[in-house]
C-alpha cells in the first residue's frame, strides 16, 4: 500500500495561522490551522508557512502557561495551547483525525496486516501524569538476533518494515460519551487504546526511530462501554497502586498484546503524528474499524488516576488533579490519503 503525505506547491505563497478555540461540553472546540495556497489556488490545509515553526509569532501570555508548568489537558496547558512549546504541534501531519468515510478512499491491493504477537512478561504499569503506560519488556539482545520471537512485531499492511512492540496505554474522557481521540464521521467513543511500535529493521532504539518520519506504528482501538476488556484487567487492578504521577508498579505474570485487538481487522490508515508532545510526525497510523468494550469499573479506576505527584500541587487550573479528560481533538486531515482496508 501506498501512502502520500501533503506537499507544497512550487511558487505556493504563505496565508495566515490562525490559533483558537475553547472547550466546550467536554471536548475541545477550536482550530489550528496552517497553510499555503497551490497554484490552482486550493487551500493545502496544514502546510506549514515559510521559515521555521520557531519564527512564527504566537501571543504566549504567561499568565496561562507558566515557564515551568508542563503540557496538560486543562485549559491552561491543554491542546490549544501546545504549539508554544512544542512547535510540530502545527505541523501538516498532525493527529488525531476524524475518520470519515467520505474521505476514506477503499485500497483493495494492501497487504495483509502481520501481527505476531507474544505474551509478555516483565511489565511495567505507570502513571505518566497524562495517563497510564504499560512498558513492554523484552530481552536485553542485539535487535537482529535468535532472540527475535520473544518480541511482539507487526508487519504488513501499510508498513514496509517490521515495527516492535514498545508500550500500549489509553485515552479516556471524563463522560462515557467522550474519551477517544479519533472519531468517526465526528462521532467519539468512550476511550482508545494505542499500541505503540518502532521500526526495528531501520533503526536501533525506540528514541532514533520516533524522530524518523517512517519510525513509528501506532494501532488504534476504540473502546465503548459493556462488558470487561478481560486483558486489560491486569492493568486496570493495578490502578490504585499508580494513584499520582510517577508512581509505578511491575506487572505479575504475562499480558498478551494480542487479546486487546479486535476479532475482525478492517481498519484505516494514514499518515500522521504523536498525539502527545513533541508531536512527532513519525507516525503510520492503523485504526481499527471494530471497538472492543470496557466496563464502567474499569473506566472509573482510570478516572481516579491523578496528574500530579503526591506531595505536589495540583498544576491543572479546573479538573482538580483528576486525569479525565486525556485526549486531543481531531485536527485537519488536510492533503493527506485517508485509507479504508478490509480484512
Known amino acids: ?16 495561522v ?13 482550530s489550528v490551522r496552517a497553510g499555503r495556497k497551490d497554484e490552482s489556488g486550493g487551500n493545502n490545509v496544514f502546510d506549514l ?16 502557561w507558566k515557564d515551568d508548568m ?17 512547535p510540530l504541534a502545527l505541523g501538516p501531519r498532525q493527529s488525531p483525525v476524524d475518520l470519515r468515510g467520505s474521505d476514506a478512499r ?79 464521521d465526528g462521532q467519539p467513543f468512550a476511550g482508545e487504546l494505542h499500541l505503540v511500535h518502532w521500526n526495528c529493521d531501520k533503526y536501533d532504539s525506540f528514541g532514533e526511530a520516533a ?7 501506532v494501532l488504534g482501538v476504540f473502546l465503548q462501554v459493556g ?14 497502586k499508580i494513584t499520582h504521577k510517577g508512581a509505578h508498579v511491575d506487572i505479575d505474570g504475562e499480558l498478551d498484546p494480542t487479546n486487546l485487538l479486535p476479532a475482525k481487522s478492517s481498519y484505516w490508515t494514514y499518515l500522521g503524528s504523536l498525539t502527545t508532545p513533541p508531536c512527532n510526525e513519525s507516525v503510520t497510523w492503523i485504526v481499527f474499524k471494530e471497538p472492543l468494550t470496557i466496563s464502567q469499573d474499569q473506566l472509573e479506576t482510570m478516572r481516579s488516576l491523578r496528574c500530579f505527584s503526591e506531595g505536589e500541587e495540583c498544576p491543572c487550573d479546573n479538573l482538580n488533579g483528576v486525569l479525565v479528560k486525556n485526549f486531543r481533538p481531531p485536527l485537519p486531515l488536510g492533503n493527506r490519503v485517508l485509507r479504508e482496508c478490509a480484512e
Open 211 to 217: 524522530a524518523q518520519p517512517d519510525g513509528l506504528a
Open 18 to 30: 490562525d490559533v483558537g478555540g475553547s472547550q466546550k461540553h467536554g471536548r475541545w472546540q477550536g
Open 106 to 184: 477503499p485500497d483493495t491491493t494492501a497487504r495483509p496486516l502481520h501481527r505476531r504477537y507474544n505474551p509478555q512478561a516483565g511489565c511495567s504499569l505507570s502513571n505518566t501524569g497524562y495517563g497510564w503506560k504499560v512498558q513492554i519488556s523484552g530481552p536485553t539482545a542485539p535487535r537482529k538476533d535468535d532472540l527475535m520471537f520473544w518480541f511482539s512485531e507487526l508487519s504488513g499492511g501499510p508498513l514496509s518494515s517490521r515495527y516492535r512492540l514498545e508500550q500500549f496505554h489509553m485515552h479516556w474522557g471524563g463522560y462515557d460519551n467522550e474519551g477517544s481521540e479519533h472519531t468517526v
Open 1 to 16: 500500500m501506498s501512502c502520500v503525505t501533503s506537499r507544497e506547491g512550487p511558487g505556493a505563497a504563505p496565508v495566515a
Open 49 to 64: 508557512v515559510d521559515g521555521p515553526l520557531s519564527d512564527l509569532s504566537l501571543d504566549c501570555n504567561c499568565n496561562v
Open 227 to 240: 462488558q470487561p476488556l478481560k486483558e486489560l484487567e491486569k492493568v486496570t487492578s493495578l490502578m490504585g
Open 70 to 86: 508542563e503540557w496538560g489537558y486543562a485549559e491552561n496547558n491543554g491542546p490549544l495551547t501546545w504549539h508554544r512549546k512544542y
